[in-house]
């Protein structure tokens, strides 16, 4: 589900340090095939220096760099076709299970549920399309909402709120293009979710307290 831009980068990704690992939409369109996305979003919990990473990544050398800071570093690398690639460091984010390695290019991929976690977590900030089209794939690919919920709970910690996450998934007037099927399935998702007896999962590394999280 990738555009022909980022089929053309995705070959090289296998220069990115193992320290990071592919999170965002890109992510989990990879593994749920519902949508294109047209990003590469990269998290780790360690730190980095931008300019160190840059130069470390031969792709990242000549690109355009749209965003640079602490632990952040978004670049538009061309390849007969821009294409965003954002990285994250510093992030104190849990884990629930241990991410999948693909070996070409090599390449560490966020979990199905670590992902899911963060689709609860973003709904809270935005109200965007894809992130409601992501929630819905999940939920079609059996995880249900206690447990997307449970996700967010064990990767954000006590931070973490999951009724946002549901008042999020029932107001839809920010999302107007949402398909009316869609809508109904998240409605039906919210009424058979109890609240009061979320599962509780178990982690591969809590979250940090006081941590950042995207």
């Excluded at 070959?11 to 749920?32: D, I, K, N, Q, W």
């Excluded at 632990?71 to 390849?79: D, Q, Y």
């Excluded at 070996?103 to 549920?113: D, G, I, K, Q, Y």
């Excluded at 869609?182 to 979710?193: F, K, M």
């Amino acid at each position: 589900m990738l555009p022909a831009a980022q089929q053309r980068l995705w070959a090289e990704l296998g220069s990115v340090p193992p320290a990071f690992a592919l999170y965002g939409g890109t992510a989990l369109a990879l593994r749920l095939g519902h949508r294109q996305s047209v990003d590469f979003d990269f998290f780790a919990t360690e730190p980095f220096d931008a300019g160190r990473l840059a130069d470390s990544i031969p792709w990242l050398r000549d690109a355009e760099r749209v965003q640079v800071g602490p632990n952040t570093l978004s670049c538009r690398v061309e390849r007969d076709g821009p294409v965003l690639v954002s990285f994250l460091g510093g992030l104190r984010l849990g884990q629930i299970v241990p991410h999948d390695r693909i070996e070409v290019p090599r390449l560490e991929v966020a979990s199905l549920p670590d992902l899911a976690a963060t689709k609860a977590a973003v709904v809270q900030k935005r109200a965007e399309l894809r992130d409601y089209l992501d929630i819905d794939a999940l939920l079609s690919a059996g995880l249900d909402l206690a447990t997307i919920l449970a996700a967010g709970r064990a990767v954000y910690g006590v931070g973490f709120n999951p009724l946002i996450t549901v008042k999020a998934l029932t107001y839809f007037a920010d999302v107007p293009e949402l398909p009316a099927a869609v809508r109904h399935r998240l409605l039906a998702a919210v009424r058979a979710t109890d609240m009061d007896r979320l599962p509780e999962l178990p982690v591969l590394r809590a979250p940090a307290a006081g941590g950042a999280g995207p």
